[in-house]
């Protein structure tokens, strides 16, 4: 099985048309430049050495050189062989609340932004858990199902935003009954839903839906994310902004509810956690994690996994030491096989 470590380094792969972009223009200005003195079949007789050929090869040698090296830093991995692993752990969904007020900055950078940063420092610190997630605002969506992948579980996770639900509100109640479709498995002893976010709600549904979930034995962990002093909702145009009003023209205020998360938690056989802190928000529910019965489990995986870098950056290396060797001009014993017909 191939693994692409670090994918973000494919962009240095852009390198190469802006090489060959840079090398076409400089092309274009040299024949204009050299057509203001001599015309152009003039050329051959004052540089007779000259290769036309060369200069093509010697930029295409240096494109490959960058790929090269781009995909030894992306760090392909090969898993040589499977081997069966076994797991200890629960299944724990992560319900992240991403309506409008999650955008206010009473807390840096911004609700949304340190929830995830939570949730991806937790996510860090798991080993045997299976994982979801899910995104709720004024309605509930799914956004992983329960996995052991973890690296993309963030990947989904970093991609969540406040505009990925039309209807506003904060619909607890229906993350609640979402994540209770998220446990498949009967055989799993223990179950968490972790519900994070400023804690504002529009509805009562919230406590039957976390009666509900509790009666299955599902434990509510709630982390409040956010101030009760609270700050305006940003509202971005472009490069404006402004933020959101009443009807009375009067700036919204939105601040944390945290006794509505408490109440969940409560209700849900949890703990609440304020999540100003990230560190200790982890410490917390890595605290109550620990009490709980682990289910263990076997997966078939790919194991012993081979850097291949070190071939990439060799050739890299090598296509790069070609392409300062090769000069511009003829080389002799190619022009008499005058295999790209130059003597012509």
């Known amino acids: 099985m191939l693994i692409l470590e670090d994918k973000i380094y494919f962009w240095f792969l852009l390198g190469i048309p802006l090489l060959i972009l840079l090398w076409v223009s400089v092309a274009v200005w040299k024949k204009k430049t050299q057509r203001k003195f001599a015309d152009a079949h003039l050329f051959p007789s004052l540089a007779p050495s000259l290769s036309t050929i060369k200069p093509i090869l010697k930029v295409l040698v240096l494109c490959i050189a960058v790929a090269c090296f781009s995909i030894a830093l992306v760090n392909p991995k090969l898993g040589s062989k499977m081997e ?9 969904v992560f319900a992240l609340d991403v309506s ?11 609700r949304i932004e340190k929830s995830k940063q939570v949730i991806t420092q937790i996510i860090n610190n798991l080993a045997g858990d299976r994982i979801g997630i899910i995104g709720y605002a004024g309605s509930a969506f ?8 973890y690296a993309s579980a963030k990947t989904f ?8 639900v039309s209807s506003q509100g904060t619909a607890t109640g229906d993350a609640i009954e979402l994540a209770k479709g998220y446990y498949n498995d009967g055989n799993v002893l223990s ?13 009562s549904e919230f406590q039957a839906a976390a009666q509900a979930a509790a009666e299955e034995g599902i434990k509510i962990i709630c982390i409040g994310i956010g101030t009760q002093k609270g700050g ?8 404006q902004q402004t933020y959101k009003k009443d009807q ?8 944390s509810s945290p006794e509505t998360l408490q109440s969940i938690a409560e209700i849900g056989n949890g703990i609440y956690i304020d ?19 682990k289910t263990e489990y076997e997966s078939m995986q790919y194991a012993n996994y081979q850097h291949q870098f070190q071939w990439f950056l060799g050739f890299g290396i090598l296509f790069l030491i070609l392409e300062s060797i090769l000069l511009n001009r003829k080389t002799k014993w190619l022009t008499k096989l005058n295999l790209f017909n130059e003597n012509e």
């Open 142 to 149: 799914p956004q992983i199902p329960i996995t052991t992948d």
């Open 232 to 239: 305006p909702i940003p509202i971005r145009d472009g490069k």
């Open 100 to 110: 409008k007020s999650m955008l206010a900055e009473d807390i840096a950078p911004n």
């Open 275 to 293: 999540g100003t802190n990230t560190t200790e928000t982890v410490e917390s529910l890595e605290r109550f994690l620990q009490n709980l019965e």
């Open 157 to 164: 996770l970093r991609a969540m935003n406040t505009n990925m």
């Open 84 to 92: 069966t692993v076994k797991r200890e752990g629960v299944d724990i």
């Open 191 to 203: 179950r968490v839903l972790v519900i994070i976010g400023d804690g504002e709600d529009h509805g």
């Open 248 to 255: 009375n023209g009067e700036t919204v205020i939105t601040k």
